[in-house]
């Protein structure tokens, strides 16, 4: 599996200061932002600052401080958004997880009772 990263997608502009964000936590390797189209009551987006396309190609690639940054943030934004009560982290992959936006991030969707998951296949 290789992984070309397009350094013109939407969340490199972010991360370059080309396009707004509402910034919930950065620190060195990470940042977080709401999600322009929340699907839940809590709908944050955390991005690795480095160039990788996907989960796997962060777990596979990404150095150790880049991953340890990235999981910072991942509690950070769950102690922020305050979601004590449980959430939801999702990372859709590729086309088969139709993933829109080719820079690895992961969903933390939470705030009230979410739906089973995977309500389409059957
Ligand atoms: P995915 O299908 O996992 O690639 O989801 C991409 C997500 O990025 C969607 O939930 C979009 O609403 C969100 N999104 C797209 N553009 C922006 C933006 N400029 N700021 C914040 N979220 C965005």
Redesign the pocket.
Known sequence: MTFDYDDQN?FAR?LRGE?P?KTVYENDHALA?????P?APVHV?IIPKGPYVSLDHFAGHARPEEQAGFFQAVAEVCRIAGVDDGFRA?A?TRAHG????PHF?L?ILGGKRLGRMLPEVG
């Open positions: 939407i972010i396009i964000n932002f709401a999600d322009i189209a699907q987006l999702i859709n139709v993933q829109d936006v991030h969903h």
